[in-house]
């Protein structure tokens, strides 16, 4: 299965937006609403932003958000800081016990 | 606080074998569903298996690239779950994390990560 496609940078100024896509096959997101979202620092391990679509756990901003249109995920970070800069990589669970991730998107704050 | 402590790796020739733990804390592993997620030098994330709860009929899943050469087992009474490697290839040097699927849609908690280096 391949990865979701996801663009390879993002950028804004602190207190801007950014939004990110995830384009996958029909058969990546199945009949489910099952896409999360991580953050991933450099050497550090993956943090869960958003899931199920656009939900967020607990201790998580508000700035980020996240929705989901036909084949499209995104996830949205509003009022950029300096410490979302990161790396943010999209997942789906489409049924047939199988995930896939997204290519990665490299956000910038400029 | 719930923890995940990933523990096993290191360096190994092609063809080998290497067992990778991951002890769990925090929260009520027997009832867990658990991943294994890596991640090559330089590259995007890749979910490499997981193992359902016994309750859940213990079952195991991967993903294609290490079908028929890595399985995962638990240990319900050590709250450990092990990734077993086998006929590695130089393909699998990665980062490994373990993670807790709380619930099926999502890995919510990951360990700190072990380092795989597949090498000759």
């Known amino acids: 299965q391949s990865a979701l496609t996801q663009p390879p940078s993002a950028s804004g100024s602190p207190g801007q937006s950014v939004a990110i896509s995830c384009t996958g096959a029909s058969s990546d997101f199945g009949d489910y609403n099952y896409v999360s979202w991580y953050q991933q620092h450099p050497g550090k391990a993956p943090k869960l932003v958003i899931y199920?679509?656009?939900k967020r756990p607990s201790g998580v901003p508000d700035r980020f958000s996240g929705s989901k249109s036909g084949n499209t995920a995104s996830l949205t970070v509003s009022g950029l800081q300096a410490e979302d800069e990161a790396d943010y990589y999209c997942?789906?669970?489409?049924?047939?016990?199988?995930?896939?991730f997204g290519t990665g998107t490299k956000v910038t704050v400029l | 606080e719930v923890q995940l402590v990933e523990s096993g790796g290191g360096l190994v020739e092609p063809g080998g074998s290497l067992r990778l733990s991951c002890a769990a804390s925090?929260?009520?592993?027997?009832?867990?569903?658990m991943s294994w997620v890596r991640q090559a030098p330089g590259k995007g994330l890749e979910w490499v298996g997981r193992i359902l709860s016994k309750g859940g009929g213990g079952t195991t899943d991967f993903a294609a690239p290490v079908k028929d050469r890595f399985t995962i087992s638990r240990d319900d009474s050590k709250n450990t779950v092990f990734l077993q490697m086998n006929s590695l290839k130089t393909e699998d040097t990665a980062m490994y994390y373990c993670t807790w699927n709380s619930k099926v849609s999502m890995f919510d908690v990951w360990g700190q990560g072990t380092t795989v280096t597949v090498s000759s």
């Open positions: 925090g929260f009520r592993f027997s009832d867990a569903w």
């Open positions: 199920e679509v656009s």
């Open positions: 997942s789906s669970y489409a049924g047939g016990n199988n995930y896939v």
